[in-house]
């Protein structure tokens, strides 16, 4: 299970150190950070607005967001829009000059724009509530007069700068959101401390939101609906689907066959596009995995939804690619993710049997072997190995929809190979289940199974 979020109090309380170690580590905004609160282990993230985001103060002035001191007044309101100075009792940012992926730039109005975090929360018709990721070219924003503002276009992508959140007012929102609601850039939107409190509570779905099931900014659904913007002058935003990257050739290795990686499109549920803890996770592996295997070209196609996972050899450069799909994939966590990963790196360097024709790629039985044997064991010291690896199994199992034998009694541990199993020319996917085998093998240090090529 992935860590659960600290409660809301825990991370406005602890956030002046949470936003010092993310600005120190250069993190961006929605890295989950692991810390404690009194049930144990929790993540915070942090939430904001982009810097120079213009901020009501008062009626008639705006000040950028990250000039506003604690202790400042800003403009707040309820629902109301009953608007009134408050004193700032809130103000953090990171720096200037990290790239923050998953950022949400809506155009609106007489082409203005707003650059947010994905879980920003902006006021919409009928006094709701809506997640900065689900609006669309039909909702409305509201004014600070009330009036509604037609929104011209939604688009997600990485920001190259920074990020600055502020709140008058840490204590739990009541109903009424009163003192939560701020104007940004003319438009009215919640405060930092109403996004930590609603994040926090998984609330998005209580009767003051709405869009919650509806697509998110990104995803191949909401483009066919909705569409991008295109020609986004601004040198800070890179819309991820101007992303040049790279595609893997049509003879790649892939972690699962295109049947299988249809059906769990199909069946399968997924963590929400813009999950940060996927992208983290996926990040982080790349990091770790680089310094052991430092040829691989590693690259995760985060807006592709297809699940699967590619190897490939090009002008004599190794290449390996996760997909969004595949990392977003709800049964995969990062040991499920980091064993995908070994699996294809296993394919550039376990050695025969080989893939006709495919400059010494190995066979997929072999690669998923050589994966679980070898090159997970170099990766994850010692018995952090173990530990990584049953996870890893544990969560591919749950992806194959099989169970590891393992789990069971040493009756049925002995797992007999079913007879379309035995097909033992093929080099390509063995069945799931004879893949769990496999990697269950490799930590034992047993031989290869006959099911796997
Ligand atoms: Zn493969």
Redesign the pocket.
Known sequence: MAVRECEAPHCSGADAEINEICKQEGWPIGHPVLTRDSQGPCTCTCSCFALNTPICISEVEVKAIQDIKKGDYIYVAGLDLKWDQKKVLFSQGTKGNSKQPLTIYIVYGDNQHLVVTPDSLFLVENKKLKRADKLTPEDYLINQNGEKVKINGVTIGDFYGGFHHISTNIEEPSSDLQGHLIVANGIVCGDYALQIYYQSRKAYDTEMFVGTNEPTVGTQEYKSKYGTIENIKNKEFIPSHEHQIEKPPSNA???ISEEESKRYMRYGSFRNFTDPNSRAWTEYLFTQFKSFYPEINYSLDWDNEVVNAY?WIEDGKRYVQLTGGLVRAEALEIEGISLVLA??IG?HYGGEPFYPDSNGLSC?GQ?DFYASRNIMRVVWFGEYYITVMEKAITQISKFFKVTNKRDETEETAAFLPKDEELNMNSCS?PPGACRIETYNAGVDLKPKPACAN
């Open positions: 290795m892939t972690f190897a699996h294809e394919h997929e690669a996917h």
